[in-house]
Each structure stands twice: as structure tokens, then as C-alpha cells.
């Protein structure tokens, strides 16, 4: 491994930019159903041409749901293919410009070169690399900038204004990549960026019974910054990763997992506010208490919202998935509350696996 001072220091995730073909509605989708507040727009009205950005924040988490405005754009044409989907992994800097000449010089494929835009709030540097499929990390440094989100933003201040869900911040985002490729972009992660793999599920892990897949989580110096890899595994059944890369048209982000402090209010609320989750078999919490062991949540309200609980060496986990939040069977969310758990419901795969297929079966993809 090369010295530390050839990687960027990464200080946690900036923003998730996704590229849409409604950004007014996808806003206020994250608005209504993920309590996201309204923090900042771009657009025509604030010199940017050709397509339209709002921001929106929950917690430490920040959104930005961008569309373009006329057919002939870069933006439009993701939106062609992939549908709604992730576009950008933007990683918060110090210094925007080092973090480009780092992971270009250990072999990234230059996304764009460091740039400084600057308005009447001061300046930001920004710089990007290509990652898999057509998503990119842009480095985001953004200690001389004191506007609401970056330059050419403006605030955002629409009269509706739901209250927030308890999302808190990106646990972790998961990249969905083709057949044999998990491995390069896990070297991807080890030589551009200093990552190291802190985790391994192969495919006997999650069972070939189920709809296989092989999967490395990738994290950086600091653990707060944590990438796992998918790829599909040959199964008795179509893998689910098999399923995005043929709907997304390639690889990209299959999931982000936010984290709350309180996973019991807040799937309440995001189910209040018309947020579909994934159900598991009733027999799941039958199993449960033997697995798990003493929990401080009350038992029946986890099983009542379909939350899931896993255990590892250091403590447990609550999650839950959502549905693919597009009609594509793409991008989907995970909340997640750890309770001294670094892992990430390994013990869970089997009943949401089969949560996963009976849906992939609805769908005919199975
Ligand atoms: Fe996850």
C-alpha cells in the first residue's frame, strides 16, 4: 500500500445528486414521503442554462434532484437511459485539487478537472472522477463558501413544508456492478483511494437458493465513508443485481442506507407518508428472538413495521428496505439504526432475499 499522503483525505459524504426527468416532483416526493427540507435551487433564474437543481437536506444528508430542461443534454440522456438514478457521489475536502491529483495520478479517470465557482458567498472547488457505469465522485471543498448549498444555488423556500423524518446521515451506498467486476472496482477503491475492504459476502453466504449475489464493502481511513460492491452470482434464480443492471441499463448505485436514532419513529413516519418497505415472512420474528438475543426495542412494534435485526460481535442493527422508489426496479433506500453493529444484516439476507424475489416475481424477472 502506498503512504496515506497519495490518497484524498475524505471528511464524509457531501451530497447525492440524482439525475431525473421531473426534478419539481422527485423534490417534492422527498419532501412529502423522506421529511427532506428544502434547502437551495439552481436554475434559469439563478444563470444556470439548460437544466434544474434543488437541494434538499435531512439531517447531515443532502439531495440534490436535478432535471434538464431541453432534450438535447447529457442530463436528458442519463434520465434515457437509466431512468431516475444517482448520478453523482459527491465526498466533502479539504483541499478539491489534491483529491483530483491524487486519485488521477493513481490511475482515476478524470470527470472534471478542479474548478472554482464562485458567487456572492464566496467560492467552492470542485473536481470528479469516473466511477462505475455513469456515476462519478465529485470532491467538494467548501471551507471558503458561506451560501446555502454552492455557488449558483439560491435558497429554497417553498411554502410546504412537512416536518422531518429522523434521518440523520449516509450510512453507507451500495454500487451494483456487472458480472467479475466486483473485484476491479474493489482495486478501484484500494489504489485510487486508499479504501480497504473491511467485509466479504461471496455467494455461499448469501445462498445460490436465493437470488445470488457476491458483495464487498469498501471503506476509507476514517470508517465513515463506506461503499459496498455487488455483483450477481450464478443461483437457481435470476440474481437481483442482474435484475438492476438490465433495467438501469448498466451498474450503478442499488441502494443508500440512511441512519436514525430512532428506527421505530421513523419508519412510522415515512410509512405514514406513503413510503412502501419490503414485508418479510411472519416466521422471520418467530426465529428472531433465539438469533438476537435482548434487544431495548419492544418486539411487537418492530414486527408490526416489517423492521429487520441482525447481531454481530460488537452489537445489533435494525433495518428495512424499501421498494425501488421508480418504476424501474432500480434505486431503493435502506434505513438503519445501529446499535454498536459495524456489519450489515448479513443475518437478515435470507428472509429479504425472499421478500426481494417474491416482488422480482410479481414483476415477471425472475
Ligand atoms: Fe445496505
Known amino acids: 500500500m502506498k503512504p496515506s499522503s497519495n490518497y484524498p483525505e475524505l471528511l464524509g459524504t457531501d451530497h447525492i445528486e440524482f439525475y431525473v426527468g421531473n426534478a419539481r416532483q422527485a423534490a417534492h416526493y422527498y419532501q412529502a414521503a ?12 439563478t444563470g444556470v442554462k439548460g437544466s434544474v437543481s ?35 457521489l459527491a465526498l466533502l475536502v479539504d483541499d478539491a485539487k489534491k483529491a483530483w491529483q491524487q486519485t488521477t495520478r493513481n490511475g482515476a479517470k478524470n470527470y472534471i478537472e478542479p474548478s472554482l465557482l464562485q458567487d456572492d458567498s464566496g467560492s467552492a472547488m470542485l473536481s470528479g472522477i469516473h466511477l462505475y457505469g455513469e456515476t462519478v465522485h465529485v470532491f467538494v471543498e467548501r471551507k471558503n463558501y458561506h451560501g446555502v448549498f454552492l455557488p449558483g444555488f439560491v435558497p429554497w423556500k417553498p411554502v410546504y413544508r412537512p416536518g422531518d423524518a429522523g434521518l440523520l446521515v449516509v450510512d453507507h451506498c451500495v454500487g451494483n456492478v456487472g458480472w467479475n467486476r466486483m473485484n476491479h472496482w474493489v482495486q478501484f477503491y484500494e489504489s485510487v483511494m486508499g479504501f480497504t475492504n473491511i467485509l466479504s459476502f461471496d455467494d455461499i453466504d448469501i445462498s445460490t437458493e436465493y437470488s445470488a449475489l457476491m458483495s464487498k464493502v469498501m471503506a476509507n481511513g476514517n470508517g465513515y465513508i463506506k461503499f459496498p460492491i455487488n455483483e450477481p452470482a450464478e443461483g437457481k434464480k435470476k440474481s437481483q443485481v442482474e435484475e438492476f443492471l438490465e433495467f438501469y441499463c448498466g451498474e450503478g448505485v442499488q441502494h443508500i442506507a440512511m441512519a436514525t436514532k430512532d428506527i421505530i419513529e421513523t419508519v ?46 460488537e452489537g445489533y442493527l ?25 456489519s450489515f444484516g448479513k443475518g ?8 426481494i424475489e417474491k416482488e422480482q416475481a410479481l414483476r415477471g424477472n425472475l
Open 348 to 355: 437478515n439476507f435470507k428472509a429479504l432475499f425472499e421478500a
Open 268 to 313: 412510522s413516519t415515512l410509512q405514514k407518508q406513503g413510503v412502501e418497505f419490503l414485508k418479510v415472512p411472519d416466521t422471520y420474528y418467530a426465529e428472531l428472538q433465539q438469533r438476537i438475543g435482548v434487544i431495548d426495542e419492544d418486539m411487537s412494534a418492530l414486527k408490526e413495521l416489517g423492521i429487520l435485526i441482525d447481531r454481530d460481535d
Open 34 to 45: 423522506f421529511g427532506f427540507q428544502p434547502l437551495a435551487y439552481a436554475g434559469p433564474e
Open 54 to 88: 434543488y437541494a434538499l437536506r435531512q439531517g447531515k444528508i443532502i439531495f440534490v434532484f436535478t432535471t434538464a430542461l431541453r432534450t438535447s443534454s447529457p442530463i436528458a440522456d442519463h434520465v434515457f437511459l437509466h431512468g431516475d438514478g444517482v448520478r453523482v
Open 318 to 342: 435494525l433495518q428495512i428496505f424499501t421498494k425501488p422508489v421508480e418504476d424501474r426496479p432500480t434505486l431503493f433506500f435502506e434505513i438503519i439504526q445501529r446499535k454498536g453493529a459495524k
